[in-house]
């Protein structure tokens, strides 16, 4: 084992190495966490909409886990496939306007089963930079050639497509909204290359899913072009506040990947009351317009304000709003400092994000007040100047 203490030492002498850091919830505090004996404002979570601990979802949880007990017992295709999901897929294709709906475990499984089942050899898919690593891994397993393009550079797409149109399948996977960046992919233009060359499209919708379209349907559907979306993929671990994924997509699609979507066939379903917990979550994200409302309203604030200080940060209208300090160690720094005073900010370095772009990822919810979204942003300024991340 001696390489991988070899290797340790090294990333942990670039400022690389990851750790585990126990943290708590905080029921009675939404938007909050506990490190240790710490209470500090979250900013780093991807509960979007503030709905991880409603207590209308954990009642329902509740009640399942009384009726139907902890689990589900097995994989879907033997006897996991319990009464709550029928209904819950069906709620979805309603929801999404589309024929059918599949339920994943989670968003990994989701991108990489679904990915590996579409294509193969002598396929190509076309993939954004800037994808999540399901994505990426997806395409690895699925052994199909991947043809990655510049982030969100259509003419450099366009040209990759003409290079494979002799492939046999073609697929252009993007997340909506880029997990790391905040930014969206250019899915008006991703939409039309579809068209022109033939391809399926496939867009994951994680980041984007309850925040963006009506009733919090995604960004495909605020954009007007959900119908041409071949395969619509989102999760419950964000907005929803639950955990698990879908797919939704005509009937042929999910009859499709019902019999070669492998994290599907070989692994045990969900519990039920996981289940019935994301359907809880859906009639609030479909009902509570003012979670989007308010939001927005705090990313632009926050944003704005992070910007007139003088930090670099990314694009976009999303809650994600990263801070780019560049240096591993810096940004290591940065994020210690901040939870000295009481702010749970998450460094995110390398391989995640390109080398040189180490950033705080800053994320906002509909829990976070005016007030605590306000006093956040003086600290984080403050405490940038007197690391000299920002001159005044």
């Not at 097995?74 to 069906?90: C, D, K, M, Q």
């Not at 955990?243 to 070989?266: D, E, H, Q």
């Not at 979670?291 to 940060?313: N, P, Q, T």
Request: hydrophobic share 40%; net charge positive; with cysteine.
């Amino acid at each position: 084992m001696d390489w991988m203490e070899k290797e340790l030492e090294r990333l942990n002498d670039a400022s690389l190495e990851r750790l585990l850091r126990g943290s708590a919830a905080t029921p009675q505090l939404p938007g909050y966490t506990m490190r240790g004996e710490r209470l500090l404002l979250n900013l780093a979570s991807n509960d979007y909409l503030g709905l991880a601990q409603h207590p209308a979802i954990i009642d329902q949880m509740r009640e399942t886990l009384l009726a139907e007990g902890s689990g589900s017992g097995a994989s879907r295709l033997v006897t996991g496939n319990l009464w709550p999901y029928s209904v819950l897929e069906e709620r979805l294709s309603r929801w999404q306007g589309s024929e059918a709906a599949l339920v994943f475990a989670n968003g990994y499984m989701a991108n990489s089963g679904v990915i590996s089942a579409l294509v193969g050899r002598n396929d190509v898919v076309f993939s954004d930079r800037f994808n999540h690593a399901s994505i990426v891994d997806g395409i690895g397993l699925s052994r199909a050639e991947h043809a990655r393009y510049r982030h969100n550079d259509m003419e450099h797409l366009e040209a990759l497509l003409n290079k494979h149109q002799d492939k046999r399948r073609k697929l252009i996977v993007t997340d909506a909204v880029f997990s790391m960046d905040g930014d969206a992919a250019s899915l008006v233009k991703l939409a039309e290359l579809k068209r022109k060359y033939g391809t399926m499209l496939m867009v994951d919708e994680a980041h984007s899913g309850g925040i963006y379209g009506e009733r919090g349907r995604g960004l495909c559907n605020e954009l007007g072009i959900q119908h041409e979306v071949d395969i619509h993929m989102g999760t419950f671990s964000k907005s929803f506040g639950v955990y698990g994924a879908y797919v939704c997509g005509s009937r042929t699609l999910i009859r499709w990947l019902v019999n070669k979507a492998r994290p599907l066939i070989y692994s045990t379903a969900l519990p039920p009351s996981i289940v019935t917990g994301i359907a809880a979550a859906l009639s609030l994200v479909e009902a509570e317009q003012w979670r989007r409302e308010r939001l927005f309203s705090l990313s632009a604030s926050f944003r704005s304000r992070l910007l007139h200080a003088g930090f670099k940060v990314g694009t976009g209208n999303s809650p994600i709003v990263p801070v780019i300090v560049g240096d591993n160690e810096a940004v290591l720094r940065f994020s210690k400092a901040l939870e000295r005073k009481g702010i749970e900010a998450v460094a995110i370095r390398p391989p995640t994000v390109p080398e040189g772009t180490a950033r705080i990822r800053f994320s906002l919810t509909a829990a976070h007040s005016d007030k605590e979204v306000n006093n956040a942003a003086e600290i984080i300024c403050a405490t940038g100047h007197q690391l000299g991340l920002i001159r005044r």
